[in-house]
């Protein structure tokens, strides 16, 4: 399956993702991404049974840190799909880069550019 | 153990906002179970405040540590060569550890980043509720094993007062009356006959009325 995706996302694997906790997401924002999506099996197929809501919430909980801090919780977003949906894979990654170009670069990153050319 | 909610992060970021070296300390006992105030507590808040203050343009130096306890002289110990490189210290642990640590580095703002809520047991994930309110003088023998001092909203000593019905608390439907309980509770144990004598006035000196507490052992002193 050859399928076309943004190439400016990089994947990091995990077990399942339940394995996945809020600080490993606001480490990433920390280190200058610009957005974060999850992607877990289909609910009710979690081979680990509840790994992926657990992730949900995990997910829920930093956009409400990113929220608050004014990063933005829009930049995180969790998915569901079944191991065999490679188009769908692409799909999602397609959605998340359109939306994380409306919302512009992670504010984080652009404060310390800002920091680092004035220096 | 002691149960504490986590501050809200606004609040926090009002308090520390004009430090420019914090300490965020954990404590890896309550607080740790009731998820409030460990090292994982600790890594998302600092990872968190740091992301804030960077991008109001106020960068901070914002460390974390995280140690066995911060009611004891022992671990707070650990910090003492690294207390003077920060400005203020946030602590994550319950009102005992905050002051405990402020009391030992003196001249070192101590900030809490959480609310001490009450004595409770973890009755699921993600749920606590109150057990003890630690009156110094435990009457458990009698009522049953339940507390009427903790879960009674008005501390009955012979209940249930005229607001019980159904089983429940007048104040709040959800909440169970703490009386029906040990009535019930007295049922199961065949121990009924103990509801009967009538329960003398609590002497409240060894509570929080008799002003601030304290225990000595003479027997356990070095
Ligand atoms: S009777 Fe006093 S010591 Fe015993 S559980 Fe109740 S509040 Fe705690
Ligand atoms: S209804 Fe029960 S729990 Fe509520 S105040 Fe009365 S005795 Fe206490």
């Known amino acids: 399956m050859r399928l076309k995706c943004p190439a400016n996302f990089r994947i990091v694997r995990l077990p399942c993702t339940g394995k996945i906790d809020v600080i490993h997401i606001l480490r990433a924002f920390e280190k200058g991404a610009d957005g974060v999506y999850v992607v877990g099996c289909m609910e009710g197929d979690c081979h680990f049974k509840s790994g992926n809501f657990r992730a949900r919430k995990r997910v829920e909980q930093a956009a409400k840190i990113l929220d608050k801090i004014g990063v933005g919780g829009e930049r995180v977003k969790m998915f569901n799909l079944s191991s065999g949906e490679g188009p769908l894979f692409a799909q999602y990654s397609i959605e998340m880069d359109k939306k994380i170009k409306e919302l512009g670069p992670n504010p984080v990153k652009v404060a310390l550019q800002a920091k680092k050319k004035a220096a | ?222």
């Open chain 2, 1 to 222: 153990m002691i149960i504490a909610s986590k501050k809200p992060i606004e609040e926090i970021i009002q308090e520390v906002k004009d430090y420019k070296r914090l300490l965020i300390l954990g404590c890896n006992e309550c607080v740790t179970v009731c998820e409030a105030g460990g090292k994982k507590e600790v890594e998302v808040l600092a990872s968190a405040l740091r992301m804030h203050f960077i991008k109001e343009g106020n960068e901070k130096k914002i460390d974390e540590k995280t140690l066995e306890r911060q009611c004891d002289h022992e671990y707070l110990e650990e910090i003492r060569g690294i207390v003077d490189n920060y400005d203020a210290i946030l602590s994550l642990a319950c009102g005992v550890g905050v002051q405990f640590t402020a009391e030992k580095y003196h001249s070192t703002p101590l900030i809490p980043g959480v609310n001490t809520c009450f004595l409770g047991a973890n009755e699921q994930r993600g749920m606590w509720t109150e057990r003890c309110q630690a009156c110094g003088s435990c009457i458990l023998a009698r009522t049953g094993g339940i507390c009427p001092i903790s879960r009674c909203a008005k501390r009955v000593m012979n209940g249930p007062c005229g607001g019980s019905s159904k089983g429940k608390c007048e104040i709040n439907k959800e909440l169970d009356c703490a009386w029906q309980l040990i009535v019930d509770r007295l049922r199961d144990l065949g121990r009924l006959d103990d509801y009967e004598i009538v329960a003398p006035i609590k002497d409240w000196s060894t509570e929080r009325a008799g002003g601030p507490r304290k225990v000595v052992r003479e027997d356990v002193q070095v």
